[in-house]
């Protein structure tokens, strides 16, 4: 007998766990089809808690509510109507999905006892049918994917709006289907579960009927869905159609030269030397400016570069030949600061790069003093404009994507700022580069941030966006910031005084790169004259036209002539053919000599002892 009892007992011990277990019981769906073309669902849920999984109260997913069955995304919309348990009014709350919703329901202060309870969901969802033609179509996931616990029943009765037979309803899923049609008549269908669905499982059902008892959007509410549905490509889109639009406006009004003469000019304007004559041209500093202006000073052969076996000089000659450079401000200044303390060469070295760039200051400053306000125009307002537009656009993105992805920390939304220091980090070095800075470390450090930045963000885009499309959508901040660091620096105009200058300067560029022949015979004034205005063709862009022009006539002048100009330029290029090279190597020789200090005098000047000297 009580061995009868003690396998009694533990009967009981082993069948209460099975009999306690949580699960929905029954899952009954109720979708009643509107002539609008929304979804009225009415769902019953009879539930088995324990405490566990459900505490506090369900967690109903609409997973793929935004998902059309072609992969096509929707902007669905789903309104809930009223949550009840056991007939009761039941609190919820709803938070946004990658690709659907969840409700919760419950309060987190009250828990469940074990036991059943009943749950009524009313909810409306639109956008759900597909149109086929002469047919309307429905494919609704009836219980979704993401339950964790087993559902032992479900029925699902869909409603037309009216009385029209139903062409084809079915189960998903073909012959493994976890469900059949139960009933089917005219304007109504009723589906039955077949088997047990595991958490994980779900049952989805297809149906369809003749068009006409849905109304289908006009073709202005189709296209408005369509807007909705691609939100991302018509703000990229649009964004990026706005600031091209805008800027080439703002560039036009910028650059607008006016009505001019366009006869050539045989001289430069009165008083513009080959630094202020690029300039003028280029509406800003650049380093080309200051090499433009080394090469004058040895086309006037104030200065010229010494082969010696102890190293490489920069000589000041003597005002031999009536072409001093003393006489132009910019180039005296050059002069003064690579020669100062009355020595007379200056090796190049440490001390020859602290010149230069101190030259280069210097010269910068000058220019910026005596022509920047009264010959150029600066639009920095409409720049600022160009970024607000941008900034909304890429606002405008990242909100989308996080919209989308249900998440505010999404890599998929944040991604697309993670590339955008590259852009500004590079305008950053190449502004650094156009002025003349010689020191790498800035411009590596830079650099280097920058293409971390861009292979970072593009690795995280790449790896969290779900198709090529929004890729390229994703990145379109990135490549409108282009255009944008772009107008903070290009967007110059001239003033009256500017636009007339500008004109004389075009037709001494003109002249420059078709220049008239020389007779034949007069070989070394051809020579003379290349070498006048090379500065001046290499500082306007057309030295190789100005080089082409000559290079016949100048190679017949007397080869002491031409001996003694390549003896003056360093003897390494020859000016003739190669005076971009010349400029490249006064420049790489600052560029590669480490920066020195150069000692003081009790006074506070610079000393003589310092490699260079007074010979």
């Not at 139960?182 to 369809?208: D, H, I, W």
């Not at 008083?271 to 040895?298: C, H, I, N, Q, T």
């Not at 009264?374 to 970024?387: N, P, Q």
């Amino acid at each position: 007998m009580r061995s009868c009892l003690l396998a009694l007992c533990w009967l009981f011990v082993l069948a209460g766990p099975a009999r306690a277990d949580e699960r929905i019981l029954e899952f009954f769906s109720d979708i009643k089809v509107e002539r609008s073309g929304d979804l009225l669902v009415t769902e019953n849920l009879r539930v088995r808690s324990e405490g566990k999984q459900i505490k506090y109260g369900l967690q109903r997913d609409f997973a793929r509510l935004y998902r059309r069955a072609d992969g096509s995304r929707a902007a669905a919309g789903l309104d809930v109507v009223s949550v009840r348990r056991d007939g009761r009014a039941e609190p919820f709350v709803s938070s946004r999905l990658r690709d659907g919703v969840r409700i919760s329901t419950g309060r987190p202060d009250v828990v469940f006892r074990p036991g059943e309870y009943q749950y009524t969901l009313v909810y409306r969802v639109t956008r759900q049918l597909q149109a086929a033609g002469a047919e309307d179509r429905l494919a609704w996931d009836v219980t979704g994917t993401d339950w964790s616990l087993p559902i032992d029943r479900v029925r699902v009765r869909v409603v037309l709006p009216s009385d029209e037979p139903v062409r084809q309803a079915a189960v998903a899923g073909g012959a493994g289907a976890p469900g059949r049609v139960q009933e089917k008549e005219a304007g109504r269908v009723v589906f039955v579960s077949t088997r047990v669905l595991e958490p994980g499982q779900n049952m989805t059902v297809e149906l369809g009927w003749p068009a006409g008892e849905v109304r289908r959007p006009g073709p202005l509410k189709a296209w408005w869905y369509g807007v909705q549905d691609h939100a991302e490509f018509w703000v990229a889109g649009v964004g990026l159609a706005l600031l091209l639009l805008y800027y080439l406006a703002a560039a036009t009004q910028a650059w607008r030269l006016g009505r001019h003469d366009r006869t050539p000019q045989a001289d430069p304007p009165e008083g513009l030397s080959a630094p202020a004559l690029r300039y003028v041209y280029r509406k800003g500093y650049d380093r080309w400016a200051f090499l433009s202006g080394m090469m004058e000073l040895l086309a006037r052969r104030s200065v010229q570069v010494l082969e010696r076996a102890d190293g490489r000089y920069l000589e000041r000659l003597p005002n031999q030949t009536g072409s001093d450079a003393r006489h132009d401000p910019l180039l005296n200044a050059m002069l003064g600061r690579f020669f100062a303390g009355g020595r007379t060469l200056l090796r190049l070295d440490g001390l020859y790069r602290r010149c230069y760039d101190e030259a280069q200051g210097g010269q910068r400053e000058w220019l910026d003093e005596a022509y920047a306000r009264s010959l150029f125009v600066v639009y920095g307002d409409r720049a600022r404009k160009g970024a607000y537009l941008w900034i909304a656009m890429t606002v405008a993105l990242v909100g989308l994507a996080i919209v989308r992805e249900g998440n505010p920390l999404s890599w998929a939304a944040w991604g697309i700022l993670l590339p955008l220091p590259a852009v500004p980090a590079w305008f950053a070095v190449y502004a650094q580069w156009r002025a003349g800075a010689t020191s790498l470390a800035s411009r590596t450090v830079l650099s280097v941030l920058g293409l971390l930045c861009l292979a970072g963000g593009l690795a995280v885009l790449a790896t969290h966006v779900e198709s090529a499309r929004l890729l390229l959508i994703g990145l379109a901040p990135l490549a409108s910031l282009v255009l944008v660091c772009a107008g903070f620096l290009g967007l110059r105009g001239y003033t009256a005084q500017g636009r007339a200058l500008r004109a004389r300067i075009d037709g001494f560029r003109r002249f420059l790169a078709r220049p008239p022949v020389l007779a034949s015979a007069d070989a070394e004034s051809a020579l003379a004259r290349y070498e006048r205005y090379l500065p001046h063709a290499l500082a306007l862009g057309v030295d190789r036209r100005w080089a082409a022009a000559h290079a016949a006539q100048a190679r017949s002048a007397a080869s002491a002539a031409r001996v003694d100009m390549q003896a003056r330029y360093g003897g390494l290029h020859d000016p003739l053919a190669r005076p971009r090279a010349v400029m490249r190597t006064l420049d790489r020789w600052a560029a590669k000599a480490s920066p020195v200090r150069a000692p003081r005098t009790a006074r506070g000047g610079d000393a003589e002892e310092a490699g260079e000297g007074r010979r």
